[in-house]
């Protein structure tokens, strides 16, 4: 194996090296690494900002090709017939291998409406639509317009219209099926104003001191999503081994309504339209015995968020792994709901109920 250990390009600190590794800075170096690395039969790894892998100990037998494209392109005024106002509207498309954070930190200031709540997120804009990250009541999917990106069945660019991704909670087309896109770039739509969007999570809403669906400044959502993360250890920090982690690792459970009624009446839940009930899969980790910190010196849950699992300095993916394990069988003990991991597991494997 060449290339650098995963393990300094992934916010888990874990991970070998790959077979080989490429640095691809524009779109023409990425669709090339992707495709020579296809007409080899050689497996592709895509990284950008390593915040939502666990990579093996032993690392990728493939091509790792690290996505750090950069471009930010405005269109203003692009409000169509149905808006009142078309100069109230941003269109923005924005290159794969950008910061995350940075964007939405430049959103803010801008004026940019639809992402201020997604502050802190570690990553990349490419990573986005993949798992249509999301938090504090806003995903991406409710800004995003349209994903360009290359097809390796197809062997082309193609340009899929948001509803067309398949969104769904943590969840897309892409994240199906992974070995098909390379996502190039993303296209927003932002409303201009200085007001956020509607404040729809009530712990968000508490800490602006606004009723749930009431509005406030965008640099006001920004530094209460960023305290709010920062307490949770959501926001990286090299000294702060709590946030060397994937973020949340397991998703929230969504049960058919008769095996939701099963569970203890305090349990936090949310009804869906589809009659589905989304359990906190925090809840259920904490109530099967697994509080903050459980672990070993080496792996535990981080200590301020039962759903984060952390290296605490000396970890091995299989720690990491073997620590997942426990959790999901306790609770499957405990609640009978098998948790499903969040990130993507590359080279290693959780076992299945
Ligand atoms: C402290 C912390 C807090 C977090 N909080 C949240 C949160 O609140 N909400 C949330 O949703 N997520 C959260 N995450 C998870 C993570 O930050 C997001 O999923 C992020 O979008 C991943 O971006 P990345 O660039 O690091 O992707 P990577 O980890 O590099 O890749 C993730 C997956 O996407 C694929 N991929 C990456 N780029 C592309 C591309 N251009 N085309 C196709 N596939 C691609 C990779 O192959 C891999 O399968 C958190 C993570 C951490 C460490």
Same mark, same amino acid.
């Given at each position: 194996m060449t290339g650098p250990l995963l393990a300094e390009r992934t916010t888990l600190r874990l991970g070998g090296s790959g077979r080989d590794f490429v640095e691809a800075t524009d779109e023409a170096e990425l669709v090339d690494a992707v495709v020579r690395a296809d007409e080899a039969g050689t497996p592709v790894l895509l990284l950008a900002?390593?915040?939502n892998l666990v990579v093996s100990?032993? /690392?990728? &037998? =493939?091509s790792v090709v690290h996505i750090s494209t950069s471009g930010v392109h405005v269109e203003p005024?692009?409000?169509?017939?149905?808006?009142?106002?078309?100069?109230?509207w941003a269109t923005v498309t924005v290159a794969a291998g950008e910061d995350w954070d940075e964007l939405v930190a430049h959103a803010v200031q801008h004026g940019w409406?639809?992402?201020?709540?997604?502050? /802190?997120? &570690? =990553?990349s804009v490419g990573a986005t639509p993949v798992q249509n990250v999301g938090a504090y009541g806003q995903e991406v999917s409710q800004t995003i317009t349209s994903v360009r990106c290359w097809d390796r069945v197809d062997k082309k660019v193609r340009t899929i219209a948001a509803a067309d991704c398949g969104f769904g909670y943590r969840t897309s087309r892409f994240k199906q099926d992974p070995q098909r896109y390379v996502v190039l770039t993303a296209t927003f739509r932002f409303r201009l104003d200085d007001l956020g969007a509607p404040v729809q999570y009530a712990e968000l809403a508490r800490k602006l001191d606004v009723e749930p669906g009431r509005r406030a400044p965008m640099s006001q959502v920004r530094d209460a999503v960023l305290d709010l993360r920062r307490k949770k250890g959501m926001v990286l920090d090299d000294?702060?081994?709590?946030?060397?982690?994937?973020?949340?690792f397991f998703t929230n459970p969504f049960l058919p309504s008769e095996a939701a009624e099963r569970?203890?009446?305090?349990?936090p839940r949310c009804d869906q339209p589809d009659g589905t009930t989304k359990i906190s899969a925090a809840w259920l980790i904490e109530h099967s015995g697994?509080?903050?910190?459980?672990?070993?010196d080496r792996v535990t849950l981080s200590t301020k968020h039962t759903l984060a699992l952390t290296n605490?300095?000396?970890?091995t993916t299989m720690d990491l792994v073997g620590l997942a394990s426990e959790i999901q069988t306790g609770v499957l003990d405990k609640f009978g709901v098998w948790l499903v991991n969040e990130p993507s597991l590359v080279g290693c494997e959780l076992p299945r109920p």
């Open positions: 900002g390593g915040s100990d032993d /690392g990728f &037998p =493939g005024g692009t409000g169509s017939g149905a808006d009142a106002d078309a100069d109230a409406v639809g992402i201020e709540a997604l502050s /802190g997120i &570690p =990553g000294a702060d081994h709590d946030t060397w982690s994937a973020g949340s569970l203890p009446a305090d349990a697994f509080t903050r910190g459980y672990g070993n605490r300095g000396g970890a």
